[in-house]
C-alpha cells in the first residue's frame, strides 16, 4: 500500500473489502487487482482536472479589442470578406465553365448542358 495518497486509502480499503465480499476473493488477490485500478483513477482524476481548468481560463482581450457599443460602417469595411474570392480561372475551360455554367460558376460541373446532353451520365437537362 506504499505510494496511496492520504484521500486514497480509504477508497482503496473500500474497494478491496468490495472484491473480498463481492467476488470472493482473499485479500491478497483483492490488492493485486485494486492495486491495478489506482493509477487509472489517478489518470481520471487529472483528466477532470484539466479540464474544468480549461472551461474556467477565459480569452485576454486586449485594450484595442474592448468595444464600447456596435461597429461603425468604417469598422466593418476593414473586415475580411466573409466569402473569400475566387482565385482567376486556370485556363480557357474554366472561364467557359464559368461564364456559360447553370449556377454562375459557383462549382466546377462534370459535364452536362441546360441545353444539350452530354458529360456524365445523369447531368444532362432535366425535365
Not at 473480498?20 to 490488492?31: D, I, L, Q, S, W
Not at 475566387?86 to 459535364?111: S, V
Request: net charge positive; hydrophobic share 25%; glycine share 12%.
Amino acid at each position: 500500500m506504499t505510494g496511496l495518497q492520504d484521500d486514497e486509502k480509504a477508497l482503496f480499503e473500500r474497494m478491496v473489502n468490495d472484491a473480498m465480499r463481492v467476488f470472493g476473493y482473499g485479500r491478497p488477490k483483492a490488492e493485486k487487482l485494486v492495486k491495478g485500478v489506482i493509477p487509472r483513477i489517478r489518470h481520471q482524476a487529472q483528466i477532470h482536472k484539466d479540464r474544468q481548468k480549461k472551461a474556467t481560463r477565459k480569452n485576454k482581450v486586449h485594450g484595442s479589442q474592448k468595444r464600447n457599443g456596435p461597429m461603425t460602417r468604417k469598422e466593418i469595411a476593414k473586415l475580411p470578406p466573409v466569402v473569400p474570392p475566387r482565385p482567376p480561372p486556370r485556363n480557357a475551360k474554366e472561364r467557359m465553365e464559368r461564364a456559360l455554367g447553370p449556377d454562375e460558376g459557383e462549382r466546377r460541373r462534370r459535364g452536362g448542358s441546360p441545353v444539350v446532353q452530354g458529360g456524365s451520365p445523369g447531368l444532362g437537362r432535366r425535365r
